[in-house]
């Protein structure tokens, strides 16, 4: 019989709301949720059947009943919280971004590490079955040898200095925000390498934040990728992989509910399996299939990879002189 895991959820915001429709409908047990205020936390619990409400991080930490924390809070305080959660022998899977930076993502790697315990940066489209079909595809090469990918998510965020997206202070901007996306799904097909040259420009606001970026990256020779991302502009949020032999569409990457093999303009493939529930349960079933193998990172979601993601996100905001308020300095 497998070993029954309980999840403690921090945060209470819409991230954590689909989080944990797609982690009930994947059966994993959410046992307790953590949220600044008790009125928030009993209030989220109410609405999805948890057990426990805390306002009180370091409290539900104390709760030896707890297997796996998930972090769904703004991303100022991901490093903070991941940290304390690995010291107290918490397995962690970590909203994107998982860090501000490569620093403070090296910080984490290094704790979860010491601690033995799992910890995984929470990309959850990587884990839908269209993207999984896709690296079937491209491990079997059947688009040939990549020559370009082409990437973009943006959507149009109302102002609110104050806001998550738009606030400095909270690591807001399109960049950690939005363009994560398209530059984990280009890892992805590049193999979790480092580009050997980024190019970037970024707008930034009036709150200092970028709201759009546009990055092209190098991968060696005809291995080009280019995406946009924007958090004010509404964008035709697709992926594209060409190579020698064909390509692959996949339609709003994001949610990833389909994905389009394309061989020589002639034969097409339109793969759209059954979906469970929103989506979100397929990354939670990976890290609880992980931790019962005694695995403490993702062989789909390395450490290594998400540290070339935050390091590749460090060099675009180095080119445009964007730093976050007290973020920790990259080495």
């Known amino acids: 019989m497998e070993k029954s895991l309980n999840w403690a959820l921090a945060g209470t915001g819409g991230i954590s709301n689909r989080f944990i429709i797609g982690l009930k409908a994947a059966g994993g047990k959410p046992l307790a949720v953590v949220s600044r205020t008790m009125q928030n936390a ?7 059947g ?7 991080y370091d409290q539900m ?28 022998k918490k397995a962690v899977l970590c909203e994107k971004p998982s860090a501000l930076n490569s620093a403070e993502l090296r910080e984490m790697i290094s704790t979860a590490r010491e601690n033995n315990c799992f910890f995984m940066e929470a990309m959850w489209n990587r884990f839908t079955p269209p993207l999984c079909k896709v690296r079937e595809w491209l491990a079997q090469s ?12 943006g959507f149009n965020s109302p102002f609110n200095p104050a806001g998550r997206v738009y606030n400095p202070e909270l690591g807001g901007g399109s960049l950690l925000d939005a363009g994560i996306y398209p530059l984990a799904l280009i890892s992805m097909v590049f193999g979790g390498i480092r580009p050997g040259s980024v190019k970037s420009q970024l707008y930034l606001g009036s709150t200092g934040v970028d709201e759009e ?27 594209w992989i060409y190579g020698t ?36 349960g397929y990354e939670a079933v990976e890290v609880m299939n992980c931790i019962r193998a005694g695995k403490t990172e993702s062989p789909v979601m390395s450490w290594n990879e998400s540290l070339v993601l935050m390091e590749t996100m460090d060099e675009v905001r180095r080119q445009s002189n964007f730093v976050y308020p007290g973020e920790i300095k990259t080495k």
């Open 61 to 88: 930490l104390e709760d030896k009943s707890i297997d796996i924390v998930y972090i769904g809070t703004p991303n100022n305080t991901h490093r903070d919280m991941t940290i304390k959660a690995l010291k107290a």
């Open 142 to 153: 059947l688009i040939g040898e990549i020559k370009i990918v082409q990437a973009n998510f």
């Open 42 to 48: 009993r209030g989220f619990a109410n609405r999805h």
């Open 245 to 280: 032999s064909g390509k692959i569409h996949v339609p709003a990457f994001t949610w990833a509910h389909s994905a389009d093999l394309i061989l020589d303009n002639r034969y097409n493939y339109h793969y759209e399996p059954e979906y469970i529930s929103n989506g979100y």
């Open 50 to 56: 948890v057990e426990k409400a805390c306002d009180n």
């Open 213 to 239: 970026a546009f990055v092209i990256l190098s991968y060696g020779g005809p291995r080009m990728a280019f995406y946009a991302s924007a958090i004010n502009t509404q964008m035709i949020n697709d992926a």
